[in-house]
């Protein structure tokens, strides 16, 4: 094994020194291709680091002032990374008392997230161990110690026993069963109903704030609402885009209302996304079998929606025969791939001239057109209207002020 090898390409990676030290605390080879940072350990940092190597697992630990390490056991040997400065908020159980470097050094060192550290000093263990650690089981063992677990489960007898006691219970799994395959259906009325519902139970506790508790459960509103809505049919990178915009909307409320009636909100808008998609499908020459390619090139042309999309650059990312895969999305979707890619950017169009100040020509250059004109052009045969009636009928009224921005399209 070239050790050396991956040494330097740890140390290039996290940008900091990579020490090989004998059982006894001798350090027998450093690779560091930076010339800035001390070629040395302390005798205290070099004592505690070596005290704390377990051969089951790497070990992350760090000091007072967040700049942090990775000690892993090579057979007879210790292996070290670091030190980083960890960003992101401390997440190390494993602390230690010494100070490996003084508080103007720390600004030379690399900002590296925890998971970052972890996860290269995972690489080097599972190189010198026959059993294969997972990212799943290092973290745990690195980031919960067992008061915590222990917690969870004295916690839950709390629950458990003040709702038997208060006669309480949560709210009727079969109940959150209809609400969640409405939203997979497409089933507004059948959504609307299990809101509607009556039934003994409450949501659950999930925080110490009537506020953050809301916030929480607005959370896991939109986290099933959007995999209901994928398994309906609704593309991944949408439903993920979606997911975010409205969980960072959920973060800012600043009501407990208004943070859950937005996770009623994005149940809802995922239910109609589903819908349209159904609605798209009805057409009886439509083919009904899935496939894996149409939904790979789906994605693909979502993310790619910025830029000029052709056929060929599509089948070249599938490993297919342009040809091919144009025939088999006609006949799966109906529609072609050139007419569905306008389709999405029109979509995609109509939301900024709602919600965006973004001029037409920006809004072209951003989507891939030649210009404005043949945006204006495209937007009016499709809708019957130009870009300024739209924004105009539809956008909100901030953005249709901003007219000195703005060309008629």
């Known amino acids: 094994m070239n050790i050396d090898c991956i040494m330097e390409y740890l140390s290039r990676n996290l940008h900091t020194a990579v020490w090989v030290l004998t059982p006894e605390g001798r350090q027998e080879k450093r690779i560091c291709l930076r010339a800035d940072l001390e070629d040395r350990m302390n005798e205290m940092l070099l004592s505690e680091l070596l005290s704390l190597a377990v051969s089951e697992h790497p070990v992350l630990v760090s000091d007072d002032a967040s700049a942090a390490y990775a000690v892993v056991s090579a057979g007879e040997r210790l292996l070290v990374l670091g030190p980083v400065l960890l960003t ?91 609400e ?51 398994e309906g049919g609704v593309m991944p990178e949408v439903a993920y885009s979606f997911s975010d915009s409205y969980i960072n909307r959920i973060e800012e409320a600043i009501s407990p209302e208004a943070a859950l009636s937005l996770g009623r909100q994005a149940e809802y808008h995922y239910a109609c996304l589903v819908q349209e998609i159904k609605r798209e499908r009805t057409a009886p020459e439509i083919c009904r079998n899935t496939n894996s390619n149409i939904s790979l090139c789906k994605d693909y042309i979502f993310s ?4 000029k999309i052709s056929v060929s650059d599509i089948a070249k990312e599938l490993y297919l025969n342009p040809n091919y895969l144009s025939d088999l999305f006609r006949k799966t979707e109906g529609i072609t791939i050139s007419d569905y890619i306008f389709q999405e950017k029109l979509k995609l169009v109509k939301n900024m001239l709602i919600y965006s100040r973004y001029s037409y020509n920006e809004i072209a250059s951003y989507l891939g057109f030649s210009s404005q004109s043949h945006l204006g052009m495209r937007f009016k045969k499709s809708t019957g209207m130009t870009l300024h009636q739209y924004r105009k009928t539809y956008g909100r009224k901030e953005f249709q002020d901003d007219r000195h921005r703005q060309k008629k399209g």
């Open 88 to 178: 992101f908020g401390n997440a190390c159980r494993r602390r230690i008392s010494c100070v490996g470097y003084h508080s103007d050094a720390l600004l030379l060192l690399h900002p590296c997230g925890s998971a970052d550290l972890l996860r290269d000093a995972l690489l080097l263990h599972n190189l010198f161990h026959k059993k294969n650690l997972t990212m799943e089981e290092a973290a745990d063992v690195n980031y919960l110690d067992d008061q915590i677990k222990y917690t969870v489960q004295e916690h839950f007898v709390k629950i458990v026993f003040e709702n038997q006691e208060q006669g309480s219970r949560h709210n009727p799994y079969d109940q959150e069963v209809r």
């Open 180 to 230: 969640v395959a409405a939203i997979r259906n497409g089933d507004l009325e059948a959504l609307k109903q299990s809101w509607a519902e009556d039934y003994i139970g409450k949501l659950g506790v999930v925080a110490k704030t009537h506020l953050r508790n809301n916030q929480n459960l607005g959370i896991i509103l939109v986290t099933l609402a959007s995999r209901a809505a994928m």
């Open 304 to 307: 790619h929606l910025h830029s």
